[in-house]
């Protein structure tokens, strides 16, 4: 089983402040990493895969990065709209994990 | 438009069985693998079973032997079968789509909830 350890998990911000949020592979999984966002009562969305594949439509202020076993999410100008939970989830191999998320709230 | 909707859930005792299906529309559904994955209220996301195109299935330690993911091409659904259900069981239950075959899930359904209590 591939362990993830995802930080921080509560992160206070701002609109308009950037953003990075990580997440850590008990080894390595090569670039097969993927990043959700999900609000409140609704279901996960595929943000960035590959490690840093953009998913058709989402905004380009959302950047993925990181290979191996250390990986970063950034949001470069955070948006009213960002307030979120964050997950990182591997694709490397059975079974997927996902991170334990981290939560962007409004400072 | 690509969507996925889930049914089947509500409230089951502890021990019993439930099963989950997945009404998949606007995509050719044999071609992609699928996945469920699960919720519990206030906690994060925990991969629940997978199914690939030919049939091969996956599951995680929590969930082998007790539930079964399987999928019926023909009328474009997927499914879960879930027996000896636990408290720990209790979640919303989402249907997931794989991108490109073992890769990201990049559609997912509203989530259908599995309430296991007495």
């Known amino acids: 089983v591939i362990w993830m350890t995802q930080s921080p998990s509560l992160l206070s911000a701002s609109t308009g402040d950037r953003v990075t949020i990580s997440c850590r592979m008990s080894q390595g999984i090569s670039s097969y990493l993927a990043w959700y966002q999900q609000k409140p009562g609704k279901a996960p969305e595929l943000l960035i895969y590959?490690?840093?594949t953009l998913q058709s439509g989402v905004p380009s202020r959302f950047s993925g990065s990181g290979s191996g076993t250390d990986f970063t999410l950034t949001i470069s100008c955070l948006q009213s709209e960002d307030f979120a939970t964050y997950y990182c989830q591997q694709y490397y191999s059975f079974p997927r994990t996902f991170g334990q998320g981290t939560k962007v709230e409004i400072k | 438009e690509v969507q996925l909707v889930e049914s089947g859930g509500g409230l089951v005792q502890p021990g019993g069985s439930l099963r989950l299906s997945c009404a998949a529309s606007?995509?050719?559904?044999?071609?992609?693998?699928m996945h469920w994955v699960r919720q519990a209220t206030g906690k994060g996301l925990e991969w629940v079973s997978a199914?690939?195109?030919?049939?091969?299935?996956y599951y995680p330690g929590s969930v082998k032997g007790r539930f079964t993911i399987s999928r019926e091409n023909a009328k474009n659904s997927l499914y879960l079968q879930m027996n000896s259900l636990r408290a720990g069981d209790t979640a919303v239950y989402y249907c997931a789509r794989d991108l490109y075959g073992s890769g990201p899930m990049d559609v997912w359904g509203k989530g259908t909830t599995v309430t296991v209590s007495s």
């Open positions: 606007g995509f050719t559904f044999s071609s992609y693998d």
């Open positions: 199914i690939g195109t030919a049939g091969d299935t």
């Open positions: 590959a490690a840093s």
